[in-house]
């Protein structure tokens, strides 16, 4: 109970949250606070401490990289920040995973998401072509909207307490769903409408592979159809012909891959900047490219492995939870790649909340449908002794 409500706290607290902190701010500080208590009290649950241990490879790749970055030349306070999102989703990991109260936590997150959906909403001046909620609300571009959508859906269609309907209701599924869904597309990031779609194709892939083929065969021939509306809507709405920022991204890939092929096994360390265009950068907006920067092949591959083992956990829920859970991650981990948010001090603790919390909700499903399989062969069993 004390872990929930401390993880609670700290998921609304996000709300008030500076996206660029200049320093240590009070409640930048109340933040970094509460995740280290919830982290501490989710460790008394056995279910935290294995999911610490699982990711307790992400301690020595990050030791390494730093050790690499010292011997590179890297800023030591600049290494600090580097770490510092891995830390936040270990600590929000296991505290989503400690905690007694998942459903609690997922329900939390979500009107988190959506208050800041509701936000960047509120802040625009108009709908009009070419207005982006990131103009007046840059906040969004941490891409919750991806996350809340998630939620929504796996709140809506998992019932591991038995209660004989979905959860949420149907109507505020609905409401949570559009309104997270204008958001997203009033936010004309083209990352995250393509994390939004990759997330739908894979799910509805998982749970119905045939329909799912027939419906993306027929969106191609009406694509093909009405080509020239789709490219108008595209260059007029989504920026397809604006390629300003997409250069100066591509020029920091660049820079980044350079440096991993004269650092290919270990990578440059973390500390490591480049220039471009006159400005020091420490981050790429390219997830990928980032960490074969930083922590080369070697570094890369330690931090992924634990996520494939995390992933695994999965295999005892139903269809339509893996359909759920993998498109919602996949949906977040395609837009991070395009962007720069996996470094969001706040967003990757909502990361590591939110997959530990998942799965402790789904286990908890597993563990409803057991109970509710033994239970008539128990009846069974005991049925021909009572007549006798």
Avoid at 73 to 98: C, K, N
Avoid at 120 to 144: C, D, Q, V
Avoid at 207 to 215: A, F, N, T, V
Avoid at 364 to 371: D, F, G, I, K
Wanted: charged share 15%; aromatic share 10%.
């Amino acid at each position: 109970m004390v872990t929930s409500a401390i993880v609670i706290f700290g998921v609304l607290l996000t709300l008030a949250l500076p996206i660029y902190p200049q320093g240590i701010e009070p409640l930048i500080a109340a933040f970094l606070a509460l995740a280290g208590a919830s982290a501490m009290m989710g460790l008394m649950r056995r279910a935290a401490r294995r999911e610490l241990m699982v990711l307790s490879p992400w301690l020595f790749a990050l030791l390494l990289a730093t050790l690499v970055g010292s011997v590179r030349q890297g800023d030591g306070q600049q290494a600090i920040e580097d770490s510092l999102p891995y830390l936040l989703f270990m600590m929000g990991m296991v505290a989503g995973r400690g905690a007694a109260r998942p459903r609690a936590i997922l329900v939390a997150t979500l009107l988190a998401c959506v208050g800041d959906s509701l936000m960047s909403l509120y802040m625009m001046p108009s709908f009009e072509a070419g207005i982006r909620s990131t103009y007046n609300y840059f906040k969004i571009t941490a891409g919750l909207p991806l996350v809340g959508l998630y939620l929504s859906t796996l709140l809506r269609h998992t019932d591991p307490e038995g209660r004989g309907t979905a959860l949420p209701s149907r109507p505020l599924h609905l409401l949570a769903y559009v309104l997270l869904l204008v958001s997203l597309f009033a936010s004309v990031s083209r990352g995250m409408i393509l994390g939004f779609f990759i997330g739908l194709i894979v799910t509805a892939y998982i749970r119905r592979p045939s329909q799912m083929l027939m419906i993306s065969l027929v969106v191609c021939l009406g694509i093909l159809a009405w080509s020239s509306v789709f490219l108008e809507v595209g260059e007029k709405y989504l920026r397809l012909g604006a390629s300003g920022t997409i250069e100066g991204r591509f020029d920091e890939i660049e820079s980044a891959w350079a440096t991993f092929l004269r650092y290919p096994l270990l990578g440059a360390g973390l500390g490591a900047t480049f220039e471009v265009e006159g400005f020091q950068k420490a981050f790429v907006h390219n997830m990928a490219a980032y960490h074969l920067w930083k922590f080369g092949l070697l570094g890369s591959a330690i931090l992924a492995m634990p996520l494939f083992v995390i992933a695994r956990q999965l295999g005892g829920s139903s269809r339509a939870e893996r359909a759920i859970a993998i498109g919602g991650g996949l949906s977040c981990i395609a837009y991070l790649v395009t962007c720069a948010a996996y470094k969001t001090y706040y967003l990757v603790w909502i990361y590591g909340v939110v997959a530990g919390a998942t799965l402790s909700w789904l286990a908890t499903a597993r563990q409803r449908r057991l109970a509710l399989a033994i239970s008539p062969k128990r009846e069974l069993a005991s049925a021909p002794a009572a007549s006798s």
